[in-house]
């Protein structure tokens, strides 16, 4: 019965090792860890093919997310300005001030990001008109499209702005890890 005891708590202990190590994650054709704080979840709809909750540590505030969506539409130009008019703007500034696009390479795939931050008129499916908006005060986004030859992926972290930002070197350590 001993035995039995020990064999079960070493191999409860070998699943507690192999979930720290972080979940693995493909997309367009890249592959990456995700850090190991990031607590994997079931991906709230259909069009995500991984979600992760990045806890915020602080009973006030809710934790971050980040969600990966497959297969989206290249369109830079055309994402940046539909989710620029998820936000509405901190007073006293436009939402082009509130918000910053940039461009990366990492290896084949070429990245443009986006990252603003404001009142988040979010909507869980946000083409369904039967999908009700909640205003997120003091939220910040930082939406990534990833663009390879074979695919096109979006990657969102999210989340009250003080937690998005004790989260974002990680998130970008992680992007930089694509290979």
């Known amino acids: 019965m001993f035995a039995r005891s020990i064999a079960c708590s070493l191999l409860i202990a070998s699943f507690a090792v192999a ?18 704080d990031w607590k994997s979840e079931k991906p709230a709809n259909r069009l995500r093919s991984f979600q992760f909750k990045l806890a915020s540590g602080d009973k006030d505030y809710a934790d971050a997310e980040v969600a990966i969506f497959p297969e989206s539409s290249p369109d830079n130009a055309k994402n940046v300005e539909r989710w620029k008019a998820t936000f509405v703007a901190p007073d006293g500034m436009t939402i082009e001030e509130a918000s910053k696009v940039g461009t990366l390479v990492i290896g084949k795939a070429k990245v443009a990001t986006l990252d603003v931050s404001g009142t988040w008129k979010f909507k869980e499916r946000p083409q369904d008109p039967k999908s009700k908006e909640m205003l997120l005060a003091d939220y910040r986004a930082i939406w990534v499209v990833i663009e390879t030859p074979d695919e096109t992926t979006h990657v969102r972290l999210s989340g009250p702005g003080v937690i998005v930002e004790k989260h974002k070197k990680d998130f970008e350590a992680f992007l930089k890890s694509l290979k």
């Open 19 to 36: 979930e720290d190590k972080g979940t693995p994650v493909k997309l367009s054709g890249l592959a990456a860890t995700a850090p190991a």
